[in-house]
Each structure stands twice: as structure tokens, then as C-alpha cells.
């Protein structure tokens, strides 16, 4: 079917798939170039994506919507515990999961616990073994992910590639997610690749700045936010966001000698927001304190993780 009423069930495929993995293994690298454009934010840091962000894919007769998920760790403070519970959230809602692993390196207890999450369930997995462009011993690792799976009864299919280097393995991928999504209505209007708000998403680009720059635990420690984004006439995209901070002490450590380091970032963020948007991007960035928010429930909520 090319046309029609394709938002009529029976027409129509669709169906939600998570795509998990250990903190750093390129889910959300896999997720943007599912979608051809950037939806996630990345970084070479471990734990970057906080909240289980859609990229939607359709075509005429399916729609995938592709749930990117936290990395799964042992949490430490109630952020860690939040983006577990978006994981553990994801997987009971999905139809279908993608387990992302790492083929430079063998499985960990960290690996371990992602498998125990998913083998029993009842629902399509595909097993993607990622960095092939720089793993060493690609098969070999990948036939240590595969043990972790053993005896697991539901359908399992299996891929090696370059999530960041090669398109047409993600894109065969994306065929064979789009093959057993099961028969159903559509989830989203055509013509959106996620379900964010354009602020959410810029909030995100801001953070993956400030995560790349930031040292030690201060990446873990930073919140981001947009609360301003209007619009000039010559098309100028006026934003302005905040960089959240836990401790008085954290803000001159953003901010940098002679406010060099937010300059970077800010710039940096600016550059990527005029990339994705085509428009020319005024951003403004301050740094505020909200004491301990890693901790309060309250303010987790107010930073958008519930
Ligand atoms: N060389 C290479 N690097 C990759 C590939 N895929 C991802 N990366 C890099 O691996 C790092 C982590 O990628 P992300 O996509 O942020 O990983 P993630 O699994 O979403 O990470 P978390 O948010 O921590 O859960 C980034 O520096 C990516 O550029 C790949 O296929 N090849």
C-alpha cells in the first residue's frame, strides 16, 4: 500500500521497541541513526541519556516508535535509581527490544544484569553487536553475548555493525524491526522524529556540551533546562536555558576562569542547534543552584525525570 487511510488498524503496522544496553555502548548513537537525524543526545561519557526519549520512524504502512533507554547500572544516588526504573518501565511496554553490547570488550556484571532483565520475556529481541569499525575480536565477543542469552525460548535475531559508521547495516536493521512489528494503529502523527518538545531537546544538546566539557563528577551532577525560545522575524532562534548545579561550589567550576569553560560550552551547544535547525541560534546560558537535585524528588520532577 502507498496511500490511503493508513491509520486504519489492518493497514497499518506499528509497535514500540526499546533499545537497551549498558551505560556508553552507542544506543543512543544506534537510535539517531535509525532516524537519519539527531533525537538523543551522546557522549564518549558513560550514563548520558536520562530519559527514555522516542525517535519515531514511519513509512507509509509502519511506524516504529524506538524507546532510547538510560544505560542499565548500579544506581547510587535517586537519578540512578529513576533511570533504571525508565528501563525497567520501557521493557514491560514494548514489543519488541534491541540489546545493544559493546564488541570491543567481553561481557560484564553490568551486561549481566541487562540479560537477566530481558531473557525470559516473551518478545522479539534482536542481539545488536556494536563498534565492529574498532573492535578487535568481534566474533569471538559476540559469542559471549550470545551465552548470556541461553535459553532464552523467544525469537532472537542478531546483528554485528558500526552503529556510527555504517548506514546500511543500521538501515537492514531497521528492516527487520520494521518486519515483525505487529498489525495496529499508528502512535504518532506522520512527520515527527520524536516525541519531545523542541525545549526538552535543546536542553539535551546543552547537557551532552556540558557533559563533554565537565570533569570528574561534575557531568553527573549537572541538569539542563530551556525556559525561553522565541523567534525573530529574520528567523534568528532566540534560546535561553539554564545549567543546573548542586552545589554553590560546582558553579564556578561550570562557569570557568574568566567564564571560558560556559563560553565553550554554550558555544559549542549553539553550533549543533544551528546544524539541526538551519536557522541562525542566539543562546543564552546561565548557571543556577538547586541544592542536592540528584536527591530531591521535587526537583528531579521540575528537571523533567518523572
Ligand atoms: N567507533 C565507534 N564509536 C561509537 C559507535 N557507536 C557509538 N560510538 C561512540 O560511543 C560513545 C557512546 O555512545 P552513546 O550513543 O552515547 O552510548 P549510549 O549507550 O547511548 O550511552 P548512555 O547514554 O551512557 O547509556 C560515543 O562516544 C559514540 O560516539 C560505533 O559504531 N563506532
Avoid: C
Wanted: no cysteine; charged share 25%; net charge negative.
Amino acid at each position: 500500500m502507498t496511500s490511503g487511510d493508513a491509520s486504519t488498524p489492518g493497514d497499518t503496522h506499528s509497535g514500540f521497541v526499546a533499545i537497551v544496553g549498558k551505560p556508553n555502548v552507542g544506543k543512543s548513537t544506534l537510535m539517531n541513526a535509525f532516524l537519519g537525524t539527531k533525537v538523543a543526545p551522546t557522549s564518549p561519557r558513560p550514563q548520558t541519556t536520562r530519559r527514555g526519549v522516542r525517535g519515531i520512524h514511519t513509512t507509509d504502512t509502519h511506524q516504529i516508535v524506538f524507546v532510547d533507554t538510560p544505560g542499565v547500572h548500579k544506581p547510587k544516588d535517586a537519578l540512578g535509581k529513576y533511570m533504571n526504573h525508565e528501563v525497567h518501565a520501557a521493557l514491560a511496554d514494548v514489543d519488541a527490544i534491541i540489546w545493544v553490547v559493546d564488541l570491543r570488550h567481553p561481557p560484564t556484571d553490568e551486561d549481566g544484569l541487562v540479560a537477566h532483565q530481558i531473557r525470559d520475556l516473551p518478545k522479539p529481541l534482536f542481539l545488536v553487536g556494536n563498534k565492529t569499525d574498532i573492535a578487535k575480536y568481534p566474533d569471538e565477543a559476540m559469542k559471549l553475548y550470545r551465552a548470556q542469552l541461553e535459553g532464552r525460548a523467544a525469537e532472537t535475531q542478531e546483528l554485528m555493525l558500526s552503529a556510527q559508521n555504517d548506514p546500511n547495516a543500521v538501515a537492514l536493521l531497521r528492516q527487520q524491526v520494521l518486519d515483525i512489528l505487529p498489525e495496529g494503529p499508528f502512535f504518532y502523527p506522520r512527520g515527527g522524529a520524536s516525541d519531545q518538545t523542541r525545549e526538552m531537546w535543546a536542553a539535551e544538546i546543552i547537557r551532552e556540551e556540558a557533559m563533554k566539557k565537565l570533569r570528574d563528577e561534575l557531568p553527573y551532577a549537572v541538569a539542563t533546562r530551556v525556559n525561553r525560545w522565541t523567534e525573530r522575524e529574520d528567523g534568528l532562534q532566540r534560546i535561553e536555558g539554564e545549567i543546573v548545579v548542586e552545589k554553590s561550589a560546582h558553579k564556578g567550576m561550570v562557569i570557568g576562569a574568566g567564564g571560558k569553560q560556559l563560553k565553550e560550552i554554550g558555544q559549542a551547544a549553539r553550533k549543533q542547534l544551528e546544524v539541526f535547525l538551519s536557522r541562525k541560534v542566539y543562546l543564552g546560558l546561565e548557571v543556577i543552584v538547586i541544592p542536592g537535585w540528584r536527591e530531591d524528588t521535587e526537583a528531579l520532577r521540575e528537571l523533567g525525570y518523572e
